[in-house]
């Protein structure tokens, strides 16, 4: 059983950044594929980022490469999200997500955290 809470959300002007951060309990994490979600209001959730169990393999929504960048710490339990060049289409509540998988997974992900709210105003 993994938990996962997400921190570092909040309010920001378009161009702006914010770093969001996922802790994770645990002593697996570092086995585990991790990933970023988000959801804005009234649309679906999808898929930002995603980052394997090294951090040597990543992938991205086409949405945000360029701008986001995702990394891990595994000594600190810890999956983060590095969001520069905010738009306000970025507004949405953003998952942290981990599965046991060697893959980097876009989709069907074990664990999910509560989310952190991310406001992008023009």
């Known amino acids: 059983q993994v938990q996962l809470v997400e921190s570092g959300g909040g309010l920001v002007q378009a161009g702006g950044s914010l770093r969001l951060s996922c802790a994770a309990s645990?002593?697996?994490?570092?086995?585990?594929?991790m990933g970023w979600f988000r959801q804005a209001s009234g649309k679906e959730r999808e898929f930002v980022a995603g980052?394997?169990?090294?951090?040597?393999?990543?992938k991205y929504a086409d949405s945000v490469k360029g701008r986001f960048t995702i990394s891990r710490d595994n000594a600190k339990n810890t999956v983060y999200l590095q969001m520069n060049s905010l738009e306000p289409e970025d507004t949405a509540v953003y998952y942290c997500a981990a599965d046991p998988s060697f893959l980097v997974l876009t989709t069907r992900y074990a664990y999910w955290g509560q989310g952190t709210q991310v406001t992008v105003s023009s």
């Open positions: 980052v394997n169990w090294s951090g040597g393999n990543t």
């Open positions: 645990g002593r697996t994490f570092s086995t585990y594929t």
